[in-house]
């Protein structure tokens, strides 16, 4: 059981923490989410909000639409992921295999790497931007280990 749940919380953090540019949708608001806010499944970093200046967060939402705009099969793939994520969850415990799960994470890294690739074609003085975001998300990861 604990590593069904340790499958789905990598499943959900692949969604939601592997690409920067998901924070530039979801960390817009002024205000971050309350600490006991859960993630979204769409997205973003709700765990490190402080991460990333407003003019960052701007910079990399412009390259996000920018990049679904010049792509609209980046935005069905993540539609897709979405809807398979909801699937998964919707099954409960014992429902979905960790295969499927794994599987997910996969796909959901896969599609960020794309999107991340997109983003930085449209926009390339993006990459010091991904780069905070990553150490951020290492040590995040390291600090919740």
Same mark, same amino acid.
């Given at each position: ?28 608001? @002024? ?39 010049? +792509?609209?099969?980046?935005? @069905? ?25 794994? =599987? #997910? ?8 790497? $794309? #999107? ?6 449209? +926009? ?7 780069? $905070?975001?990553? =150490? =951020?998300? $290492? ?7």
């Amino acid at each position: 059981m604990k590593t069904i749940l340790s499958i789905q919380r990598a499943a959900l953090l692949a969604l939601a923490l592997g690409s920067a540019s998901a924070t530039a949708a979801f960390a817009q608001t @002024t205000t971050p989410p309350p600490p006991t806010a859960p993630t979204s499944s769409a997205g973003g970093h709700h765990h490190h909000p402080n991460v990333l200046t407003a003019d960052e967060k701007a910079q990399l939402k412009k390259a996000r639409e920018a990049a679904f705009a010049a +792509d609209s099969s980046l935005q @069905t793939e993540r539609d897709n992921l979405k809807q398979q994520f909801e699937s998964l969850k919707a099954e409960g415990k014992g429902g979905a295999t960790k295969d499927q799960w794994k =599987a #997910l994470r996969e796909q959901g890294l896969d599609f960020h790497q $794309k #999107l991340k690739a997109a983003e930085l074609g449209i +926009d390339p003085t993006l990459a010091p931007i991904f780069a $905070k975001l990553e =150490a =951020a998300r $290492k040590n995040w990861h390291h600090s919740s280990t």
